[in-house]
């Protein structure tokens, strides 16, 4: 494949979009990489993305060796650039490190990223991913919350915010360490409390992010796709399929606690999300998940939540709930 003379900023968030499903998504990388070195670009600033794009291209199809080439070059072209694009080229070259197995060069370059976790909404989740591709779950839980108490310190006041806008940045601390919280089974602290009274203030208000995005499902085919094409989201949906159902299964149990009836899951496809995303959306973005869920939410599809005990299961492997989803939560 061989692309036209110069790239675009916007040819290349379509390639973001479509480059994993594609037929030779490999020779679509080494052909980003290629255009991004021989100066192929419109915008010469976008060399760090184009490259970080075709190392994630690479790392998706397990190329470890070529997606650490290209994450190189990627942070190396990215420069001194502090922005949150270029932090999230940084955190891949880490992930890539764990994934090869060399955890102290990986932490080594995770740590200068922490600074990043107060000042960008989506560096929570770029660094999480990252420890979560080197089982550091705990040291991210450590992170999040020394983040979540710098950023509650800042805001110079004593009252706590009272809604996900005023909190700002602090909002997508509180919901990753929450989610995380709850993956690793840990019991709600005040700082739970709070991330659970602003995503419930959020859903009420309408707003694109909510609770629902929790109750995103995706069935056991739809599950290998959505891993083998975002790879990062297993730090989301979970590592397997029986992980990822037991997240589901947690979370469906736990909202009953606080009183919610009626919860239904929602199955979502690979196509469905990326097709929702758009593209200039990004699946590694909570907020377009969000959304997805959202959209599923109000339509027909959904799965009823709990099934009897003794009925089929709800996750559809064809077992019966009692002997399947019921125990994963414990
Ligand atoms: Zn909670
Ligand atoms: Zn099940």
Not at 103 to 124: F, I, K
Request: some cysteine.
């Amino acid at each position: 494949m061989a692309f036209k003379t110069e790239l675009t900023s916007s040819d290349l968030s379509e390639i973001r979009q479509s480059a994993l499903g594609a037929a030779d998504p490999l020779g679509i990388a080494a052909d980003l990489a290629d255009a991004a070195e021989a100066g192929r670009l419109a915008d010469k600033d976008d060399a760090g993305y184009a490259l970080a794009l075709a190392a994630e291209i690479a790392e998706s199809r397990a190329k470890l060796d070529a997606a650490l080439r290209y994450v190189e070059r990627a942070v190396e072209a990215y420069g001194e650039r502090d922005d949150s694009q270029a932090g999230a080229a940084r955190a891949l070259h880490a992930r890539i490190l764990f994934r090869l197995g060399r955890s102290d060069e990986a932490l080594a370059r995770l740590e200068p990223l922490r600074p990043l976790l107060t000042r960008y909404p989506d560096a929570a989740a770029f660094v999480t991913a990252a420890l979560g591709a080197g089982q550091e779950h705990r040291l991210a839980e450590k992170w999040l919350t020394e983040a979540v108490q710098e950023g509650l310190g800042a805001s110079g006041s004593t009252t706590e915010p009272s809604s996900a806008e005023d909190a700002g940045v602090l909002f997508f601390l509180l919901q990753q360490r929450h989610r995380l919280r709850h993956a690793l089974g840990l019991q709600h602290d005040t700082h739970d409390n709070l991330a659970e009274r602003l995503e419930t203030r959020l859903a009420n208000a309408g707003a694109t992010a909510g609770p629902a995005v929790d109750l995103l499902f995706f069935r056991q085919a739809e599950f290998g796709k959505l891993l083998e094409q975002f790879p990062a989201l297993s730090s989301v949906f979970g590592a397997d399929w029986d992980e990822h159902r037991a997240i589901l299964e947690r979370e469906l149990v736990r909202l009953t606690g606080t009183g919610r009836t009626g919860l239904t899951v929602l199955p979502g496809t690979v196509v469905g999300l990326t097709g929702f995303a758009g593209a200039d959306g990004d699946v590694a973005d909570a907020r377009v998940r969000s959304g997805y869920a959202q959209q599923l939410a109000g339509r027909e599809g959904q799965i009823t939540w709990p099934p009897e005990r003794n009925g089929a299961c709800w996750c559809g492997s064809g077992t019966k709930y009692k002997k399947c989803c019921l125990p994963r939560s414990r």
